[in-house]
Nanobody, 120 residues
């Protein structure tokens, strides 16, 4: 059973930084692509960043490229999202997502989300 628990959200001023964490369990973390998504009030959930299982290759949405960094620690089964130079438009609930194949079936899972508010 995929379990993902996000933490690290909070209130930060524009230009500030936060580091989100997502602790995973219930599956082989090292075999999973990991994603971060976010959902702002009144908007659809949008993809923010991913890190591959093989090679730890990151990829980012254009809106966060150069400001956000995704990383993973397979020994701790944890994925991180470091966010710098935060803007009010980054305000959203941030979700961690696991994406992997198991016995020929694509499996996914979501955490409960952590709130990030960027405001002065």
């Amino acid at each position: 059973q995929v379990q993902l628990v996000e933490s690290g959200g909070g209130l930060v001023q524009p230009g500030g930084s936060l580091r989100l964490s997502c602790a995973a369990s219930g599956f082989t973390f090292s075999n999973s692509r990991m994603n971060w998504y976010r959902q702002a009030p009144g908007k659809e959930r949008e993809w923010v960043a991913l890190i591959t299982a093989i090679g730890n290759i990151p990829n980012y949405a254009t809106s966060v490229k150069g400001r956000f960094t995704i990383s993973r620690d397979n020994a701790k089964s944890t994925v991180y999202l470091s966010m710098n130079n935060l803007k009010p438009e980054d305000t959203a609930v941030y979700y961690c997502n696991a994406d992997f194949w198991e016995q020929g079936t694509r499996v996914g899972g979501w955490g409960q989300g952590t709130q990030v508010t960027v405001s002065s």
